[in-house]
């Protein structure tokens, strides 16, 4: 009989022994998403060390080809980084470096073109010290609500928006297709102290990675546009073309991180998107700010409304300082002419909805295997003590 009660109650503390050792296992054991995490953290790490020792200087006459050596390894595509150590102060295409005014911050250095041949930005930020004043208070207010957000500058131009944002203390990634537009952006943020605040990436934006050429405006460097699908490449280079990326090539630059896009690339807007697909998904983006009147009238508008409210975005005027009174989509036409996409958060993608009902199912099992190992254990001393 004594010998039936220990034989019992060492089968008992196996048991419990088990229980605990499932309990523990569940709390304590790292989850996939953990690991993810984790690894997405030091990934963009990682990268800006490349970027810093990888990036691409500018030179008189560059060749694409050597460029595309120096395009950041072990990357799918080829993302050039430009080397903003660089003194390009004597590039000839910086007519003058003024001072800009920035929205409740001093004002700080920007070089720009003569304004013969950038009859918009150069020639106003010289006759007022500014340009879109107002949207670049409206995107400071934003991010000053937000202070987690990043500043990601699509189509930078000489910076205008880069240099606002920089200036303020938050960190900025500016692309643009351009050589010469970088070189100027450069010597702003040296002349400025604000080199280590930007990432500049020498890249265009499509909907599939490329050699684009640029069709230029002889009297608005800033209406510089892409031309796609080249069959003959061998007349590009990098004063008259480009490399483009996709969006979704910036995905390790970001990770998990939170971002404010301000996206201007004249008419390629639709084109980024559709390459961005991914990055919609992985990265979290807030706010996008746009040029709209390209697309009152077109397909492509149509086409930009979709992509975005499909991905639980609404559009708002940048007057609406409090984002209260969404732009209805029936009245495209009438919209302004800059409009900011903000991320709806009862309208989240589908995607997200999926992974929230995983997280909850995973979360449930869990409490499920803590209380079957809980009644375990409580068996188990109720045998322990009855006998």
């Not at 953290?41 to 050597?66: L, R």
């Not at 390009?88 to 250095?109: D, W």
């Not at 706010?287 to 508008?301: K, P």
Request: with cysteine; proline share 3%.
């Amino acid at each position: 009989m004594v010998k039936n009660r220990h034989i019992k109650q060492l089968f008992t503390l196996i048991l419990v022994g088990f229980a605990v050792h499932v309990f523990f296992g569940v709390l304590y054991t790292p989850s996939n998403d953990r690991a993810v995490s984790a690894k997405l953290v030091d990934s963009t790490d990682i990268i800006f060390d490349v970027y810093n020792s990888n990036a691409i200087e500018s030179e008189t006459t560059p060749v694409t080809a050597k460029h595309r050596n120096g395009c950041l390894k072990e990357m799918k595509n080829c993302i050039r980084v430009f080397n903003t150590s660089v003194d390009y102060s004597s590039a000839k295409q910086i007519y003058k470096c003024v001072e800009l005014r920035v929205p409740s911050q001093e004002n700080t250095p920007i070089c720009v073109y003569d304004p013969a041949i950038d009859k918009y930005v150069s020639k106003y930020i010289l006759s007022t010290g500014s340009w879109e004043y107002v949207y670049v208070q409206t995107v400071l207010d934003i991010l000053t609500l937000h202070p987690n957000l990043e500043f990601l500058d699509l189509g930078c131009n000489v910076g205008v928006f880069t240099v606002s944002i920089a200036k303020t203390g938050r960190r900025v990634t500016a692309l643009d297709a351009n050589r010469k537009n970088l070189e100027m952006l450069t010597t702003s943020l040296k002349m400025g102290k604000l080199t280590k605040m930007v990432t500049v990436i020498w890249n265009a934006l499509s909907d599939k990675p490329e050699t684009v050429q640029f069709k230029e405006d002889k009297e608005n460097v800033g209406g510089l546009q892409m031309v796609s699908d080249i069959n003959d490449t061998s007349n590009v280079n990098d004063d008259n073309g480009s490399i483009a990326i996709v969006l979704d090539d910036l995905i390790p630059m970001f990770g998990n991180k939170s971002v404010f896009i301000k996206m201007d690339i004249e008419t390629y807007e639709l084109k980024a998107m559709l390459g961005g697909k991914n990055f919609f998904e992985e990265v979290d983006v807030k706010f996008l700010f746009m040029e709209w009147f390209h697309h009152r009238h077109t397909a492509i508008g149509l086409q930009i409304i979709q992509f975005m409210t499909e991905r639980g975005y609404s559009p708002y005027g940048p007057s609406d300082k409090f984002m209260a009174r969404p732009l209805q989509t029936n009245h495209r036409k009438n919209w302004p002419l800059d409009i900011i996409w903000m991320k709806d958060l009862n309208k989240q993608p589908s995607k997200r909805k999926t992974v929230g009902v995983i997280y909850a199912v995973v979360m449930m099992m869990c409490i499920a295997i803590f209380a079957i190992a809980f009644g375990f254990v409580l068996c188990a001393f109720v045998v322990i003590f009855t006998h």
